[in-house]
């Protein structure tokens, strides 16, 4: 698999599908007050010619929050005249604490966004299926299949922002160091190897780190369920009721990451700092906010040289690209069902899609490939990734909250050397399978009563 060369947009598809990186933007910051505000406006009285009112939660960057008011919401209500769109920006922190509000007062959103691990959405009661809908056809049609994120084989929310993780290197450091720049890893073994010859040092200093990984309990959490699906292996059971992840694969896979961690940081050696953006680091897994890193950086004529990869155990194994879903829902208790979906399918366009990228947001449109070619073509790598997505598993049980007794925590002292990698896994297993069964027993125990 060749990796890229930036700048150049004049490419076939099967080029691209090494190739490219692409621009991410943060969002926005709302404050809570406004939000509940908003709920509590809804309790309002309305006049008997009142219109009927859909109210749409969403956690979208402002420019895409604009465009819905501007361009979504008057062609909806152009084609319902007796609609009203009320639409709420909000962020994670802010949703949160307005859905208690809005569910007490009885006024709950119609639509509203929704993160990737949604299974206490589901059930405490905020989401309800949409499978009836997405029989019905339309716009998601044109979702790929592998963006979709089901709970128990039934779909809660529609994707319209993935995160997903791939492999990026630095071209001119592979070249340096004597490896094929056009050829990037294709197994494990291969990415120890890169990382061992683009690693630099110079005295007691580590100059140039050939491999980085992510940092924190999450980031730790994150990587090895990269890597152990990358080994065909197994965080949770189907029926999410049982932590597979301590057997053999499971521990070939903490002991590859803790070679990795020995290349990286050598005992002795300190770091002379930099990250993937200055090229103090020379691979690594990331979403496109390793190519935002760069263009905003110092030094953006870095793009011309990037290269990207899907990362694989082996050629024989297929690629994992590891990603996060969010999306929109429809609530139970939404008086406007249809009306909520057919607003949704107003997000799944071609124009949407469109939008969504200009934006920096990687929308799961599967029939828009030509467009991203030549409209982003740093995005192609991510875009084309899809194909190999593997959504985060759905858990009952965080993998990194609470984080002094994690999972993320047991990976970082097992890479580090504090504890062999099978006990890291044995005592991550036990406390989340713990917490597990107690989670299960809680919400049975609500939806029995």
């Known amino acids: 698999m060749e990796g890229s060369l930036y700048g150049r947009r004049k490419r076939n598809i099967n080029q691209f599908r090494r190739r490219g990186l692409t621009l991410a933007l943060r969002r926005p910051k709302v404050c809570t007050l406004v939000a509940v505000c908003s709920v509590l406006l809804a309790l309002l009285p309305t006049p008997a010619h009142a219109k009927t009112e859909l109210h749409v939660w969403l956690i979208f960057p402002q420019d895409i929050i604009d465009w819905v008011q501007k361009r979504l919401v008057p062609e909806f209500q152009q084609r319902h005249p007796d609609v009203e769109v009320v639409i709420t920006p909000h962020t994670w922190t802010s949703i949160i604490e307005a859905y208690p509000v809005a569910s007490a007062a009885g006024v709950p959103p119609d639509i509203t966004t929704v993160g990737g691990n949604y299974i206490a959405s589901v059930m405490d009661g905020r989401l309800q299926p949409l499978e009836r809908f997405i029989e019905q056809g339309g716009e998601v049609e044109a979702i790929h299949p592998a963006a979709w994120n089901p709970f128990l084989g039934v779909r809660y929310h529609v994707p319209l922002n993935l995160d997903i993780r791939i492999g990026a290197y630095h071209k001119e450091v592979f070249w340096e160091a004597g490896l094929d720049a056009n050829t990037p890893p294709q197994s494990w073994e291969e990415i120890e190897e890169a990382a061992k010859r683009t690693t630099r040092t110079s005295g007691d200093n580590l100059v140039r780190r050939g491999w980085q990984s992510a940092t924190g309990v999450i980031g730790a959490a994150q990587e090895f369920g990269h890597f152990l699906f990358q080994n065909e292996g197994e965080i949770i059971s189907e029926d999410l009721r049982t932590f597979l992840y301590n057997d053999e694969k499971g521990i070939e896979t903490l002991e590859f990451m803790k070679r990795m961690y020995e290349i990286y940081q050598p005992p002795g050696m300190r770091f002379a700092g930099g990250s993937f953006a200055t090229q103090n680091v020379a691979m690594q897994l990331g979403s496109y906010d390793l190519y935002r890193s760069i263009l905003l950086g110092s030094n953006p004529d870095l793009l011309d040289q990037l290269g990207a990869f899907f990362p694989r155990r082996s050629p024989e194994t297929r690629p994992v690209a590891l990603?996060?879903?969010?999306?929109?829902?429809?609530?139970?208790?939404?008086?406007?069902?249809?009306?909520?979906?057919?607003?949704?399918?107003?997000?799944?366009?071609?124009?949407?899609?469109?939008?969504?990228?200009?934006?920096?947001?990687?929308?799961?449109?599967?029939?828009?490939?030509?467009?991203?070619?030549?409209?982003?073509?740093?995005?192609?790598?991510?875009?084309?990734?899809?194909?190999?997505?593997?959504?985060?598993?759905?858990?009952?049980?965080?993998?990194?909250?609470?984080?002094?007794?994690?999972?993320?925590?047991?990976?970082?002292?097992?890479?580090?050397?504090?504890?062999?990698?099978?006990?890291?896994?044995?005592?991550?297993?036990?406390?989340?399978?713990?917490?597990?069964?107690?989670?299960?027993?809680?919400?049975?125990?609500?939806?029995?009563?």
């Open 323 to 449: 990603n996060f879903v969010n999306g929109l829902g429809i609530h139970p208790q939404s008086k406007h069902p249809e009306l909520a979906w057919e607003f949704i399918n107003l997000f799944v366009t071609e124009e949407a899609a469109m939008v969504f990228l200009n934006a920096g947001i990687l929308h799961p449109r599967a029939d828009i490939a030509d467009w991203v070619m030549e409209a982003h073509p740093g995005i192609m790598p991510w875009y084309l990734a899809i194909e190999y997505a593997r959504p985060w598993p759905l858990e009952p049980a965080s993998a990194w909250n609470p984080p002094e007794d994690s999972l993320g925590e047991r990976v970082m002292q097992a890479i580090t050397g504090q504890i062999p990698p099978q006990a890291a896994l044995q005592e991550a297993i036990r406390v989340q399978q713990a917490r597990l069964v107690e989670r299960w027993a809680l919400w049975e125990g609500r939806t029995s009563q």
